[in-house]
């Protein structure tokens, strides 16, 4: 594929990004510089097809934004971690939102039983979540229903590993906040899901085995 711009075209593109913005309001960057004070935490895939401020339609400023290929909330990644730290400690977000997209070339590859080399142990996290969910996955005939089903079932399984952490149980239980909220994106309609999931039932049941309100 040829390469559609040329990289100096960014920096003209960026210029007449702030002429933009400064048209509309004189104060935007000032206002940017002070502070940020998002209401959500945004974790979604790496796809350069899904934008989070795009499809929420959010300005710069609201909604703080973590993504990595296949929207994943790994509990010994550091990365993500720290993004849900940061945004439940001292951001005081009252949304996280877990959002993943059909037709996830993450998921997809996840699917494929074959060597990816160094994607491995990345995928091999929604390798498990086909497991944990491998009798209504099976059932599904349809390959392409059942592609998009273990991408819902991923986006699912990615919410209960957020509540699962100390900073969101401790949070919620002084604050009521946050709220935790999983999302599919329909590339096909620009359609977003919301899956719906009860953050109540799943926090209490999640607080069985992984309680962590208590210490510290
Ligand atoms: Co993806």
New binding site residues.
Partial sequence: MPFKSSYKEIFTANKKWIERKLSADPDFFKHLSQEQNPDYLYIG???SR?HANEVMGLEPGEVFVHRN???LVVNNDLNALSVINYAVEYLNVKYIIVC??Y?????RAAMEPRDLGILNPWLRNVRDVYRLHEKELDAITDQRERYNRLVEINVYEQCLNVIKTAEVQKSYMESGYPLVAGWVYDLHDGLLKDLEIDFEKELNRIRKIYDLTKGK
């Fill in positions: 895939c790496s796809d899904v290929i296949a929207n993943g997209h037709d996830c070339g993450g998921i």
